[in-house]
């Protein structure tokens, strides 16, 4: 079965503070990858993914991951976090053709202005 | 605007109500999905369709029972839950066929079992 462990449940950060929050999955073969944002009262909705390729994935607003194999990690970075990047954030894995993602707990990421 | 329309946004039901909750995509996908969000747990996969074959049921007490009339809509049938059901229920889609891919979500349907 597959698994996903976001080390991090709260993040607090300063405006243009680097943010890198942690991502492992547990699956041994071939995985699709990915992050969604929640943001206040809104829709879960895609940052960015990686299906094959080059490892660093450059999402949008500014988001980017870096998928490494003998880690099993896909962090989510961002080298300066603005307030409106207040949300809640998962990561997700698809393997083995399996239906559907497996969805980490997510990380309550609070910027202060 | 997702292209994945859920309604209603908020339900409260008593433990004896049977109510349901439905699920609508206008993105020619072929696969739905229903998660349950609860406060500090994972999202848990409910059920999948898929070319509107039921492919998942990952161990969903029957008091839920879902139905895919076409591959645009998807219902999740509500009957005697219990308060820990409450939860915000999401609808999701993807292109379908082998590989899940990315999920489009609803804005989901908040669920309050008294």
């Known amino acids: 079965a597959q698994s996903v462990s976001q080390h991090n449940h709260h993040v607090i950060l300063s405006e243009a503070a680097s943010l890198e929050l942690g991502c492992n999955y547990s699956?041994?073969?071939?995985?699709?990858l990915f992050w969604y944002v929640q943001y206040p009262g809104q829709h879960l909705q895609l940052l960015l993914k990686?299906?094959?390729?080059?490892?660093l994935v450059k999402g949008i607003k500014g988001f980017e991951a870096e998928f490494i194999k003998s880690k099993f990690s896909f962090n989510l970075r961002k080298p300066s976090v603005q307030w409106s990047d207040t949300a809640e954030y998962f990561c997700?894995?698809?393997?083995?053709?399996?239906?559907?993602?497996?969805f980490g707990k997510g990380t309550h990421l609070i910027i202060q202005p | 605007e997702t292209g994945v329309t859920q309604t209603p946004r908020h339900l409260v039901m008593g433990m004896t109500n049977k109510k349901s909750l439905k699920c609508e995509q206008h993105?020619?996908?072929?696969?739905m999905y229903w998660y349950k969000q609860s406060a500090k747990k994972p999202l848990e996969l409910m059920f999948v369709?898929?070319?509107?074959?039921?492919?998942e049921n990952n161990s969903v007490p029957s008091r839920f029972s879902p139905e895919c009339p076409n591959s645009s809509h998807l219902f999740l049938h509500l009957h005697t839950l219990q308060p820990e059901d409450s939860a915000l229920y999401l609808c999701?889609?993807?292109?379908?066929?082998?590989?899940?891919?990315?999920?489009?979500f609803g804005e989901g349907s908040r669920l309050t079992v008294l």
């Open positions: 999701a889609s993807s292109p379908g066929g082998k590989n899940t891919g990315e999920l489009f």
């Open positions: 699956y041994g073969g071939t995985v699709n």
């Open positions: 990686y299906f094959s390729g080059d490892p």
């Open positions: 997700a894995v698809n393997g083995g053709g399996a239906d559907g993602l497996t």
């Open positions: 993105l020619g996908h072929n696969a």
């Open positions: 369709y898929n070319f509107k074959e039921q492919t």
